[in-house]
């Protein structure tokens, strides 16, 4: 690894040993379907809305205005950004990071507004404490060696913005602290003796120069989602089965612990959380809400629609929350619609 620092990223039962001569049949568990819970569409005027710490909301405008709200609705901090600008909201603490494909640098100091805007790869932690973005610090400038390097910038407030590279092809995904999950590529020869490159998620040590050992519990499933948790946890979706009968997994544990794997009922496609067990799943047109006891409701979401290649598995592992963004107490879905998940109040209510 090297780096420098830039300029301005699942009971089973137990049968009885003297089993009864005559057995009755059994009767087969009935699939309960998830009773339905109320999502609302967005307010009047507004085109996109993030949930923030604190009770705050982030709201884009129709006039292309980025505002922070307080829980009385009186407005914080307000940024005008072009109309025509398409910009994906992330919930960053009581601050909103506003992606845009035109914009400013990112507005990263202590000091700055609670709206900051960047352009391009740049991406927000969900501790709030580190940005990062792919590739190198200065666009085109690309370290020249030998060996293929996957490099990554990445910004906290005691180091300000540094440059950092590990080996292999990859992406950087997600960070926390020191520590990044990479989307890591490698070329395999299969049996047919035709190679294929083939993507894989791993953890790498930013400041050792070293990747922590990762693997998911079934070796045949394959990493859908996948992020760091505010508390630093490694959470994400995986899959096995087919592509007609797939079956998902939710995937969470420590780094450098091991992965634990529990069966969901639907193969989802994206998540985020509220808290390491609340939060919203979806699959396709469809959303479902959970308060991590096992309970799950389905939230009728207004004018839903599928995704484009909906169902499909990526080819390669994502970050999860790009659907779905999580506040402390309710998500909102393809930035569209919002779902209560506030555990004193009862999920959607």
Same mark, same amino acid.
């Given at each position: 690894?090297?780096? #420098?620092?830039?300029?301005?990223?699942?009971?089973?039962?137990?049968?009885?040993?003297?089993?009864?001569?005559?057995?009755?049949?059994?009767? &087969?568990?009935?699939?309960?379907?998830?009773?339905?819970?109320?999502?609302?569409?967005?307010?009047?005027?507004?085109?996109?809305?993030?949930?923030?710490?604190?009770?705050?909301?982030?709201?884009?405008?129709?006039?292309? *205005?980025?505002?922070?709200?307080?829980?009385?609705?009186?407005?914080?901090?307000?940024?005008?950004?072009?109309?025509?600008?398409?910009?994906?909201?992330?919930?960053? $603490?009581?601050?909103?990071?506003? $992606?845009?494909?035109?914009?400013?640098?990112?507005?990263?100091?202590?000091?700055?507004?609670?709206?900051?805007?960047?352009?391009?790869?740049?991406?927000?932690?969900?501790?709030?404490?580190?940005?990062?973005? @792919?590739?190198?610090?200065?666009?085109?400038?690309?370290?020249?060696?030998?060996?293929?390097?996957?490099?990554?910038?990445?910004?906290?407030?005691?180091?300000?913005?540094?440059?950092?590279?590990?080996?292999?092809?990859?992406?950087?995904?997600?960070?926390?602290?020191?520590?990044?999950?990479?989307?890591?590529?490698?070329?395999?020869?299969?049996?047919?003796?035709?190679?294929?490159?083939? *993507?894989?998620?791993?953890?790498?040590?930013?400041?050792?120069?070293?990747?922590?050992?990762?693997?998911?519990?079934?070796?045949?499933?394959? !990493?859908?989602?996948?992020?760091?948790? #505010?508390?630093? &946890?490694?959470?994400?979706?995986?899959?096995?089965?087919?592509? @007609?009968?797939?079956?998902?997994?939710?995937?969470?544990?420590?780094?450098?612990?091991?992965?634990?794997?529990?069966?969901?009922?639907?193969?989802?496609?994206?998540?985020?959380?509220?808290?390491?067990?609340?939060?919203?799943?979806?699959?396709?047109?469809?959303?479902?809400?959970?308060?991590?006891?096992?309970? !799950?409701? $389905?939230?009728?979401?207004?004018?839903?629609?599928?995704?484009?290649?909906?169902?499909?598995?990526?080819?390669?592992?994502?970050?999860?929350?790009? @659907?779905? $963004?999580?506040?402390?107490?309710?998500?909102?879905?393809?930035?569209?619609?919002?779902?209560?998940?506030?555990?004193?109040?009862?999920?959607?209510?």
């Amino acid at each position: 690894m090297t780096a #420098r620092t830039a300029p301005s990223l699942l009971v089973a039962l137990t049968l009885s040993a003297c089993a009864s001569p005559a057995r009755r049949p059994t009767a &087969r568990p009935t699939r309960r379907e998830p009773a339905p819970v109320a999502a609302r569409p967005l307010p009047d005027g507004v085109t996109a809305l993030a949930p923030l710490d604190d009770g705050l909301t982030a709201s884009r405008l129709s006039d292309g *205005a980025l505002v922070v709200t307080d829980h009385d609705g009186r407005e914080l901090s307000r940024r005008l950004v072009d109309p025509a600008a398409r910009c994906a909201l992330y919930p960053w $603490r009581a601050r909103v990071f506003a $992606r845009c494909a035109v914009g400013d640098v990112a507005l990263v100091e202590e000091t700055s507004p609670r709206v900051a805007v960047a352009r391009g790869e740049v991406f927000a932690s969900r501790d709030g404490t580190t940005l990062a973005k @792919r590739g190198p610090c200065n666009s085109g400038e690309t370290p020249t060696t030998d060996v293929t390097l996957t490099v990554a910038c990445s910004w906290t407030a005691e180091r300000g913005w540094r440059e950092w590279t590990a080996p292999g092809d990859g992406d950087v995904l997600d960070v926390h602290g020191s520590l990044a999950l990479l989307v890591h590529r490698a070329r395999v020869e299969r049996a047919d003796g035709q190679g294929e490159v083939v *993507a894989d998620l791993r953890l790498y040590d930013v400041d050792n120069g070293r990747f922590v050992p990762m693997r998911l519990p079934d070796p045949a499933s394959r !990493w859908v989602r996948a992020g760091f948790t #505010r508390s630093g &946890r490694i959470v994400g979706l995986a899959r096995t089965g087919t592509a @007609r009968a797939p079956q998902g997994w939710r995937v969470s544990g420590l780094p450098g612990g091991p992965l634990r794997a529990a069966p969901l009922p639907r193969a989802f496609d994206d998540f985020d959380l509220s808290d390491d067990d609340r939060g919203v799943y979806t699959a396709c047109a469809e959303a479902l809400v959970t308060d991590g006891s096992g309970a !799950w409701s $389905r939230a009728l979401t207004p004018a839903a629609e599928a995704p484009p290649s909906c169902g499909d598995a990526p080819a390669e592992p994502r970050r999860y929350g790009e @659907r779905v $963004r999580c506040g402390s107490a309710r998500c909102v879905v393809d930035g569209a619609v919002t779902v209560d998940v506030d555990r004193r109040r009862g999920l959607g209510l």
